[in-house]
């Protein structure tokens, strides 16, 4: 059974940083493309980044880019997700989602791909 699991989250002032962690178990990462996905309270889930499943592809979205940094060791099944410069709007439930990538395009259109595993979510506060 695939299983993917975040960690890293916690409480950081404005301007901090944090590093979150998705890691596999059940299945090898090597195939798979991988988003990171957050959800506010009382907003829309948004998808925040993407890597391929070579690592040569990424996909940020604006209001992260340059800020975040995906990347991934395919020999330790994980996936990270640098954060930087944190503000209080990056806020919230940060998961992680699996798909698998054969021709390492998934992350060209992310946002419209249905991502077939999930993790549960790490949460992320940014407040004084």
Known sequence: QLQLVESGGGLVQPGGSLRLSCAASGFTLNYYAIGWFRQAPGK?????SCISSSGGSTNYADSVKGRFTISRDNAKNTVY??????????TAVYYCAADLDLWGST??????????SWGQGTQVTVSS
Do not use: A, I
């Open 44 to 48: 829309e889930r948004e998808g925040v």
């Open 81 to 90: 997700l640098q954060m930087n410069s944190l503000k209080p709007e990056d």
């Open 107 to 116: 992350c060209h259109d992310y946002l419209g791909t249905d991502f077939s």
